[in-house]
């Protein structure tokens, strides 16, 4: 059987394709024989190319039905695809080009000259552009391809995807998604979450990540159900097309703001039969007012880029209850376990380093063996960084209340990591930005509490007297307001610090490591 993800989608469109399948924002109505032919010609087009076997097609464009189906189209022409986060500026892009090599880029016209640029610069061969008008090179070229392809035939390790992670040491990780990875994670969220072919979803997240490009869109794909798609998370856009919608994914601030608007209640919910969270925790006490407020109970899910989905809350009541504060529990086919730092398992209450096992997890960092071994225990499973507990109680202004022994709750991370509005910020790479700039003589990047965000990044700095950055010039003000407009230009906005601090020095421990917990209770408020 031809194990290419493609295949299966194909093998669940619906039996009429003149059905919809994807409904924009802006009135345009694409069918399942739209999708079919449109990725025929740009599977065509990329096997015209006669690109290597396994090269990897990397695209950094707005989100549109036609960046889908570039997603779509490399998987049917047996190649890698490699989103990248639109608010990559030239450093950032500048990494990945050079560390994955891509035969192929596709950027949006207003990018093409410094993308090219960087793409030449690393070797690729073809650089496109495709904007979210359905203009640009790449869709003119591909128009004048047939429109039937004969989808590749893969092998189940082969791979479908590289989605990089930012890495603790501060330079991202390539993980190298296969197959068989995505297409058992897909077909188990199917069963799980009771997709149905009258589903409508409403897609709202970005397409460079695991939660809108995997999770929502393969859950509509496999389901042969209608996707209403909207470019970003919009009030307005929510207000007008949830009424029609019957399934919503979101990260944590999608929820927040969805709440923080009055006209948001149970009537804009009518239809709808699954809100789903996830990417970072959701707050009980968004969890609490979303139920009070629509009826509805958010299912909330805990995943990563280097294993898809991992576990979740149930869907069907008769399967147990959604409890708010935890992620539920381990789906189908994966092993999930709780390690204290021996690699001892936890006693159910206790908690450890969460570890997971399973069809879906990663096949490796591209081109890191070390690093790939170091986030393997020798018998196999992988180390996720997240920190957590089996069962135990979830406390909250209502008292507490015993979770079932089988549940899992995420409580922290050993990793170095700040999730910002489901963006991971990785505070190794903003200080070697930050340490870089005339005037600082150090840094330290922390997560603190964001009502909309979850967490917000700051930096708190050490300077560096009698520059151009020095304070004298600027006053702290202008410092402050120095340092983070020049980081703008540098590095995506959503990892620019919303605050920055001067201190004469860091506090460290007896090792010399900068005690981040205690410029966290310093400067915890923003
Ligand atoms: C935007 N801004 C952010 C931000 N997003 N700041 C911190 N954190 C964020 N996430 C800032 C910008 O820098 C800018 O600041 C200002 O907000 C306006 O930018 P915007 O682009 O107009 O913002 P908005 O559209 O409101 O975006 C907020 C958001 C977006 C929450 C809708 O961040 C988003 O779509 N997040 C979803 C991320 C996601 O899909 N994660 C899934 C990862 S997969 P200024 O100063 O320039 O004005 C994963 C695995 C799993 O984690 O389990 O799913
Ligand atoms: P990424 O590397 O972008 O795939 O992000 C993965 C990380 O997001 C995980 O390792 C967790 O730390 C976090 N995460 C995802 N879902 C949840 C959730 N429901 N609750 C808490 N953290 C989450």
Redesign the pocket.
């Known amino acids: 059987m031809n194990a290419n993800l493609f295949a299966l989608f194909e093998s669940r469109f619906p039996a009429d394709r003149t059905a919809c399948c994807i409904e924009t924002h802006d009135e345009l109505y694409y069918t399942w024989d739209d999708l079919d032919r449109a990725t025929a010609k740009l599977a065509n087009l990329l096997v015209a190319l006669k690109l290597p076997a396994g090269a990897r097609v990397a695209v950094q464009v707005e989100k549109s039905p036609e960046a889908l189906f570039l997603y779509l189209a490399t998987l049917r022409a047996g190649y890698v695809y490699l989103p990248l986060n639109t608010?990559y500026q030239e450093a950032e892009i500048d990494y990945f080009v050079g560390n994955a090599e891509p035969s192929v880029v596709v950027c949006s016209s207003a990018n093409f000259g410094w993308v090219s640029k960087v793409a030449f610069r690393h070797g690729t061969a073809h650089v496109f552009t495709l904007d979210d008008d359905r203009s640009g090179s790449l869709l003119a070229r591909a128009a004048s391809h047939p429109d039937k392809f004969e989808t590749v035939a893969s092998a189940d390790d082969d791979l479908a995807a590289i989605l990089y992670t930012s890495g603790t040491t501060g330079r991202s990780k390539g993980a190298m998604l296969t197959h068989r990875n995505l297409a058992s994670n897909a077909l188990t969220l199917h069963a799980y979450w009771g997709w149905r072919s009258d589903d409508v979803l409403l897609h709202?997240?970005?397409i460079?990540?695991?939660?809108?490009l995997f999770?929502a869109s393969h859950g509509a794909l496999l389901a042969g159900a209608k996707m209403i798609w909207a470019p970003?998370?919009?009030m307005a856009q929510i207000l007008k097309f949830l009424p029609r919608s019957t399934v919503m994914m979101?990260?944590p601030?999608?929820y927040v703001?969805m709440l923080q608007e009055p006209r948001f209640d149970d009537d804009t919910c009518r239809r709808m039969r699954l809100f789903v969270s996830?990417?970072?925790p959701l707050l009980l006490e968004t969890f609490d007012a979303f139920r009070e407020r629509t009826g509805h109970t958010i299912l909330e899910?805990?995943?990563?880029?280097e294993t898809?989905?991992l576990v979740s809350n149930p869907y069907d009541e008769a399967v147990g209850e959604r409890i708010g504060g935890t992620v539920g529990t381990p789906l189908p086919g994966v092993s999930v376990r709780v390690v204290d730092g021996e690699a001892n398992a936890c006693a159910v209450g206790e908690i450890g380093n969460i570890e997971v096992k399973g069809p879906n997890v990663f096949k490796g960092y591209w081109r890191m063996p070390e690093k790939t071994a170091e986030e393997f225990t020798a018998d196999g499973w992988f180390r996720t960084g997240d920190v957590g507990r089996f069962g135990g109680e979830i406390v909250s202004h209502a008292g507490a209340r015993k979770v079932p022994d089988n549940y899992v709750t995420i409580v922290g991370r050993s990793k170095d990591l700040i999730?910002?509005?489901?963006?991971?910020?990785y505070p190794k790479e903003i200080e070697s930005f930050i340490d870089e700039m005339p005037g600082v003589a150090e840094s330290a990047v922390i997560g603190v509490p964001?009502q909309?965000?979850g967490e917000?990044?700051v930096a708190v700095v050490v300077r560096k007297p009698g520059s151009d950055f020095d304070e004298a010039a600027f006053g702290a003000a202008g410092f402050e307001a120095k340092l983070?407009g020049t980081l703008?230009t540098r590095i995506?906005?959503?990892?620019?610090p919303?605050r920055v601090h001067v201190v004469n020095e860091l506090p460290r421990n007896t090792m010399g490591k900068v005690q981040k917990n205690v410029l966290r209770q310093q400067f915890g408020a923003l």
């Open positions: 608010a709202m997240l970005p460079f990540h695991v939660h809108g999770v970003k998370l919009d979101g990260v601030t999608y703001r996830g990417s970072a899910r805990y995943g990563m880029s898809v989905m999730i910002s509005g489901g963006y991971n910020v964001h909309e965000f917000a990044v983070i703008k995506a906005n959503f990892k620019v919303k």
